[in-house]
């Protein structure tokens, strides 16, 4: 009982909103990365909220009544955009705030994995406009803020110098953060891993690993016996140790290659955990921690 | 009433009673000649079309193409139905229809492993949400349901004799077949559409649950059909505005308000018969 009266308070303070928070720029985003970064660059002038979450599928995302009321009272709607997150338009549409900013957040990012040429039938559910996981390298982390720091000061040109110190203040800590990870991350360099999904590209090239097999033979397709001896003939000639797994995907290959070649299979989501201002840096902190090993 | 004040939900309801309208009735029908899943092979037979389309790189082509292909295959599964309906006594026709599922699901992956795009799209199909839709699209749906509405009313009797007693129909002298195709084309029409707004679940349970509860509280075929729409138009209020109070998804909200209302009718009428 205590759990629904809890709940009843919750929707009637999303739909009237509470006095403390009236003076708030309201930023919605489409996962908990991108939420963080606004909640770093606007600080209290911003109360960030984000669809997906961490642990979940952002390839798609079931609607829940309050998404549609916190975009329905947003200023600024943050998409990843390269086509990972297109449910983000319809509940955009459907919230009915038409004078939302709608900010996509990879602009200026070099996109990878982009398909040259005609898509060929034979490579599986690729996204067209290449690989949408861009958050996960830090130096893409500085094309996103710029993009969010943008689109605050659009809607609220009264606190440009907050936002400007905030992205300041946003980029530095990122690059104090990132010679930590290069640090720590150095040893690795070089090294050969597995991914299950194609969700890690960015943070490879950000690291200097070699992604050097995926557990899903193509893009959205279960893996296979064949493809798995595969795997492991590669994981032999590599010297392959670590599989990244995203959570939301079967586990079973991750065994498998565990039992016959012990890789390591490390469970990770490819977002941070909350929308606060730290959690961006948090989520490299614990990705980089889990494949060092402690 | 958080209905009452929020836009999103307005058109979500007005959607939902838009499909009750259509689908309790063609509930009946299903229940009567016993073909419950006949809505998930259908559905299943439209994505298998969209998978085609994408395999054939129609990603960019118009809406309507993808369309096309979708409802011509649903049309091939209509087709299927109305022909095997006269081998009953060889396999019972939801086995046709479980074999129609099975096989098309299979078909459709094996079509999108190999095509480049439009994968998102087609699981998107089988997906759809309640709060996302649009006037627009719910003024539409309301459009090709009055359309489908009106065959339906025109040839009534023939459908419903087919539907509840088929023998007297052959006996009669009906050409069962052809009836029968038009009853699953028409139906085809139906959850092509309302399977990517609502999802297949939604669309389930709309088309089983109502037309149970009138088949078990009402003897006259329009008592049922009229009681089937009632039912269901409470059960969309009821499974909405839960939704929006504690914040669950549209579709399983309306399933559960459905189950309560079987539940709490049952209580009710159970009561007043063993009064009596």
Known sequence: MKTITHKLFLSAAILWGTQAQAGTIKVAASIPDLASIASAIGGSRVETFAIAKPDANTHS?????SYMVKVARAQVYLKVGVSLDGWADAIIQGSRNSTIEVADCSKGVSVLEKPTGKVDASMGDVHPEGNPHYWLDPENGEFIAH????ALERVDPAGSSVYEAGLAKFLQDLKAHRAQWDARMAPLKGAAIFTYHSSWPYFAKAFGLRIVGKVEPVPGIPTNARHLQELLDIAKAEHVKILLQEPYFPRDGGEFLHKQAS???LVLAPSCKGVGASDYFAHFDELVQAMVGG | MLILQLPFLQVALVLCLVLTGIHAYLGYHVIRRGVIFVDLAL??????????????????????????FSFGFALGGALLFALFRQRKERFPIEALIGITYAGAIALSMIFLEKSATGTEE????LVGSLYTASWAQVGQTAGLYAFVGLIHWFARKKFLLISEQPLEAVKQGVRVSWWDFLFYATFALVVTRSVMLAGVLVVFALLILPSTAALLWRARTGERIVFGW???AIGCVIGIEAS????WPAGPSIILAFLVLMLTATLVFQRVLSKR
């Open chain 2, 230 to 232: 009632i039912f269901g």
């Open chain 1, 263 to 265: 890789i390591k299979p």
């Open chain 2, 122 to 125: 087609i699981k998107e199909m």
């Open chain 1, 61 to 65: 995302v079931e609607v829940l009544p």
């Open chain 2, 43 to 68: 559905a299943q037979m439209a994505a298998l079309g969209a998978s085609v389309a994408a395999f054939l790189g129609l990603h960019d082509a118009p809406a309507w193409e993808t369309w096309l």
């Open chain 1, 147 to 150: 993009n969010i720091a943008q």
């Open chain 2, 244 to 247: 929006a109070r504690f914040d």
